[in-house]
Nanobody, 125 residues
């Protein structure tokens, strides 16, 4: 299995930026599609962004399109979420996740088997 550790969360004012990182260890990193999900207090965990094994394709949730960018470095076994123009509505715990199967949609939370512990992002107005 793969172990995932997120970092980079924190408190930022609306309009600011944060960069989240997820470090993977264990099995071969390129065996996994990678995704970011978030969960606000009292809410369900929702899809934010994902990237295929090679990094050739990326996908974004409607609420973050044009503001967030996902990328991966297969040499360093990391996946990054660059978050710009942050809004109070982006406040949530952000989770990194790994998808082992090649089938299923990259935005389908049920396809992700391995999860990090999460990192808190708080955007103040």
């Amino acid at each position: 299995q793969v172990q995932l550790v997120e970092s980079g969360g924190g408190l930022v004012q609306a309009g600011g930026s944060l960069r989240l990182s997820c470090a993977a260890s264990g099995r071969t990193f390129t065996n996994y599609g990678m995704g970011w999900f978030r969960q606000a207090p009292g809410g369900e965990r929702e899809f934010v962004a994902s990237i295929t094994r090679s990094g050739s394709s990326t996908y974004y949730g409607d609420s973050v399109k044009g503001r967030f960018t996902i990328s991966r470095d297969n040499n360093k076994n990391t996946v990054t979420l660059q978050m710009n123009s942050l809004k109070p509505g982006d406040t949530a715990v952000y989770y990194c996740a790994a998808k082992e199967t090649r089938i299923g949609a990259m935005w389908d939370i049920s396809q992700y088997k391995y999860w990090g512990q999460g990192t808190q992002v708080t955007v103040s107005s």
